[in-house]
């Protein structure tokens, strides 16, 4: 069990009230109404979005680098309708993917679908 040195624990309740924004506004010395954009944002990882898909029989190996494994497990063999337990990720470190390997694109099912009309491993990038 860790023990916390009593300058660590809070010595009253948290404060959860944000605040009055109208109250503020009206009394503050200065304020500044303004409307600030930004620019639209893309992922650009260096890695490219690249899958190499393998059948044996029923049993499909995709590697495939993915921020989340269990959920490129489920995404292919929901879409190839094939049970998960029939669908092995292998998904070596992620240094960066921002974000952009977190979710599947198409090229996690387009892999296997064009391994299994080739009969053979396909690597599609």
């Known amino acids: 069990m860790i023990q916390l040195k009593t300058e660590a624990v809070p010595a009253k309740e948290a404060d959860i009230k944000r605040g009055d924004l109208e109250t503020a506004f009206s009394n503050g ?27 044996e029989g029923a049993h499909l190996t995709l590697y495939n680098a993915s921020q989340i494994v269990n959920g490129a497990q489920h995404a ?6 094939i049970s998960p337990e029939n669908v092995r990720i292998v998904s070596p470190y992620i240094g960066g993917g921002f974000g952009s390997k977190g979710g599947q694109w198409a090229n996690l099912v387009l892999a296997a679908v064009a391994a299994k009309m080739v009969s053979r491993p396909v690597q599609l990038a």
């Open 76 to 81: 292919a063999a929901s879409t190839l309708n």
């Open 29 to 55: 010395e200065f304020t500044v109404d303004e409307i600030y954009e930004t620019p639209i944002e893309h992922h650009h990882p260096m890695e490219p979005h690249a899958t190499i898909a393998v059948w």
